[in-house]
């Protein structure tokens, strides 16, 4: 299936956009409801498909120069130099936390998060949940590589 490392890490760039829109979405499906005005086009004024299109186009490149020049160097270094997948998962969780952080405030001005009482918090647990989802999910394909691997030896 997955013969070799470029194909994993094209497999894993597929994984990581759809786990970041995810999150993005559920992010604002919670803390963006808060929002009652006219002024914030989120999900429930501007509708959801005009939005994730507005995503996709507004933050794709963004998301592929990150994952291209950012991520991959990470994940080849962790599985390099790291042991242990629970140590790997834990700094994946730490590293989208942050990133989520980030995303929060990009999306949402202060004027929102003070007048509305949008939560930080929030988006860092999301984006730690899909670190936890994104590294368990390189876990399982690289274990697949191996297995499928060490069937062509024999």
Known sequence: MLVNAVQRYMVLGLIFIGIF?????????IEG????????????????LIYILSFILGFGHYLLAFYIVILIPISWLLRKYVCFPMMRTFIYMI????????????MYHPYFVNGYHLNRMTSIWIYAIAGLVYAIMENKIWRRGQIQNEQKAT
Not at 21 to 29: G, P, S, Y
Not at 33 to 48: D, F, K, Q, V, W
Not at 95 to 106: E, P, Q, S
């Open 21 to 29: 829109f995810t999150a993005l979405i559920v992010l604002e499906r």
């Open 33 to 48: 409801y808060h929002i009652t005005t006219t002024e914030y086009y989120g999900l429930r004024n501007l509708g959801g």
């Open 95 to 106: 590293g989208f936390g942050w990133g989520g952080l980030w995303v929060f405030d990009l």
